[in-house]
């Protein structure tokens, strides 16, 4: 093989220059790279690295510089492996060692693994909100997929964003892709108790602004939280979306719960990049897996695991990248009577780690298959079905996993309101709320923006009381750059204080998947576009009945219009840069909040090389 390529590079050199570009533009002049494929499909990495030609010359010998050796250009698929390592998302900051485990299975089944970075979007310390750069995210990730020779992915993603961003851009893409999670950290332990990331940080402030806790406790459960590599270990945005990928038939399975910091994490690593290989020779694309079985399979599964307010949109969006219809309506019909099974915080009382002791998704999807509730032909990235993969799948632990008749509640985990105050929707999560405050009319104390918000919120002689409703404005996604996890504001201290743990909250901002409450979100259209939501005024009565699915604002229609008459937007303090082409494309929360210009997917063709 080697005298025969040697002889095919001397014939090329001494092919007339006119000759040279026809065996760039002739695929059967192309170096054998479909002897790997178990079809006649070609490599889409043949087109830089299969010609006898300068352009081949080029990508080849560039590439050796890095020591890699003369056969991995003749055939193998290339693999690429899109990390989102960085020290700045502390819960990806393990993803080099879990990228080299990738390799290790790539190169087992014979590909041809590279490496590259995209975007980090990390939780803890981006700013304003990591939401505002998701869809920069993900059009470095599409960008970067289709300008390169790549045959197929495997994203490495875990913090909140990283999820939704890597899969949106890749399936704009549309090439064999498997998602892959970095696994949820160790149970945090303090005072001789679990606690949560998010759900216990939300709790301890407010044990602290009630004088229930001091600055030194307070700072001392920093450390106990977050004592291990990985992301949050409720279930928050990251576990939730963990699961989403592997509901929609886009990780593995066990993808949603191995602990990160657990030795099965690397295995199932070393097997993703095994998989991958054979998915580029399958051919086995995005657009395959990700139909309407998979997002009715992901609604459904969210609901059992009483899963973070945030999936609403990254699905919404996902969806709309690969050209499947869903919308509001989908995800409260669906997951209307799908009982929350999962027993873990927010929502119930335990953590990632006894979730996949117990079972993890795989126990959740059989019981829903045995309810009649999954749609169980729907293909996954091992080639199986979902049913094929999570039929014969134990639960351990009937208190972490509950029986369908023995749920934490009988209720899907997402609500979908509409009414006066939100004609294109709401969202609640009533496995996280107060069932006494599930129908109630009450009171609207205002707050104009988030600094209206701080700056009133502490005040002893707020006007408010634990039957009023408050109400967050301009948080969605033009008036809050990004739309950020605000939506969950605290309660009064002088409430706090008198052992008021809960008020229904709304506003068009998110809140973190970690986070627990009457609250209601992403009321659309916003109050930065001039929704109902920008014309509501202290003293007003709001009417909520969640079993009925009504959020109204009464206040006559008369009313309404004056108010409407005299509304003006407040300018946008984004006038250059992305943050400029942020505000001008992004569309609302009920569609996912995505770029309308980036609706729909673009495929993975690129114009032929200049070389």
Same mark, same amino acid.
């Given at each position: ?20 570009? #026809?065996? $760039? ?7 054998? !790279?479909?002897? !790997? ?49 960085? +020290? ?34 990390? =939780? ?18 599409? =960008? ?41 950290? &160790?149970?945090?332990?303090?005072? @001789? ?16 602004? /009630? ?7 307070? %700072? ?50 070393? +097997? %993703? ?46 969806? *709309? ?47 829903? @298959? ?6 169980? +032909? ?86 408010? #009381?634990?039957? /009023? ?10 008036? $809050? ?71 109204? &604002? ?22 250059? *840069? ?32 200049? !070389?």
């Amino acid at each position: 093989m080697l005298l025969q390529r040697i002889a095919h590079r001397l014939e090329a050199c001494a092919t007339p220059a006119s000759s040279t570009l #026809d065996l $760039y533009q002739n695929p059967l002049m192309m170096r054998s !790279h479909t002897h !790997h494929m178990s079809n006649s499909k070609p490599l889409r990495s043949a087109s830089w690295f299969g010609h006898q030609s300068m352009s081949g010359f080029i990508h080849r010998s560039w590439m050796k510089n890095q020591g890699h050796p003369e056969d991995m250009y003749d055939g193998r698929p290339v693999i690429g492996i899109c990390n989102t390592y960085s +020290e700045l998302t502390p819960c990806n900051a393990h993803f080099r060692d879990l990228a080299e485990r990738v390799k290790r299975g790539v190169y087992e089944a014979g590909g041809y693994p590279l490496e590259f970075p995209v975007m980090s979007l990390g =939780e803890p310390l981006l700013r304003p909100t990591s939401m505002l750069f998701r869809n920069l995210a993900s059009m470095d990730v599409e =960008e970067t997929i289709r300008a390169n020779p790549i045959d197929g992915v495997v994203l490495l993603m875990g913090c909140d964003k990283t999820t939704p961003s890597l899969l949106m851009g890749a399936a704009s893409c549309d090439l064999p892709t498997l998602g892959f999670s970095g696994g949820p950290m &160790l149970n945090g332990k303090f005072r @001789g108790e679990d606690i949560g990331s998010g759900t216990d940080v939300w709790r301890f402030s407010e044990m602290v602004r /009630c004088g229930d806790m001091d600055s030194c406790e307070f %700072a001392n459960a920093e450390s106990c939280m977050s004592r291990s590599i990985g992301h949050c270990m409720t279930m928050g945005t990251a576990s939730t979306m963990a699961s989403m990928t592997e509901a929609l038939g886009m990780g593995l399975p066990e993808n949603a719960a191995i602990p990160a910091a657990d030795s099965r994490r690397n295995r199932l690593a070393q +097997e %993703a990049g095994r998989r991958i290989v054979d998915m580029v020779k399958e051919d086995l694309r995005m657009s395959k897996i990700l139909t309407r079985d998979a997002f009715e399979n992901a609604i459904i599964a969210n609901a059992a695991i009483g899963g973070s307010t945030n999936a609403v949109i990254h699905l919404c969006a996902l969806a *709309g990248r690969i050209g499947i219809k869903l919308d509001l309506d989908d995800w409260d019909q669906l997951g209307r009577e799908i009982p929350t099974i999962v027993n873990l915080r927010p929502s119930g009382e335990y953590l990632m780690e006894e979730f996949y002791y117990a079972g993890g998704l795989p126990a959740v999807l059989r019981q829903l @298959g045995e309810a009649g509730q999954l749609r169980k +032909e729907a293909l996954t990235v091992n080639g199986k079905t979902i049913w094929e993969n999570n039929s014969d799948a134990h639960n351990w632990n009937e208190d972490v996993i509950r029986p369908m008749d023995n749920p934490i509640s009988e209720k899907g985990s997402i609500a979908v309101l509409k009414g006066s105050l939100a004609p294109s929707g709401a969202v609640i999560k009533p496995s996280a709320a107060t069932p006494e405050l599930m129908k109630h009319r009450g009171r609207a104390v205002v707050f104009e923006d988030i600094e209206d918000y701080y700056n009133r919120i502490d005040d002893p002689d707020l006007d408010i #009381d634990q039957s /009023c409703v408050m109400v967050l404005k301009n948080c969605g996604p033009k008036g $809050y750059p990004g739309m950020s996890e605000v939506g969950n504001m605290g309660l009064p201290p002088k409430l706090l204080k008198k052992g008021i743990t809960d008020m229904i909250r709304i506003s068009d901002a998110r809140m973190s998947g970690t986070a627990y409450g009457t609250v209601i979100l992403h009321t659309t259209p916003e109050a930065a576009v001039g929704g109902p939501l920008a014309l509501v005024q202290d003293g007003d009565i709001i009417e909520l009945d969640v079993a009925n699915r009504v959020l109204n &604002l009464e206040v006559p229609e008369d009313e309404l219009e004056q108010r409407k008459a005299a509304w003006k937007p407040t300018p946008s303090a984004m006038e250059s *840069g992305y943050q400029k082409l942020y505000y001008d494309h992004v569309m609302q929360a009920d569609t996912g909040a995505d770029f309308d210009f980036l609706v729909g997917c673009r495929g993975a063709e690129v114009p032929r090389d200049s !070389h």
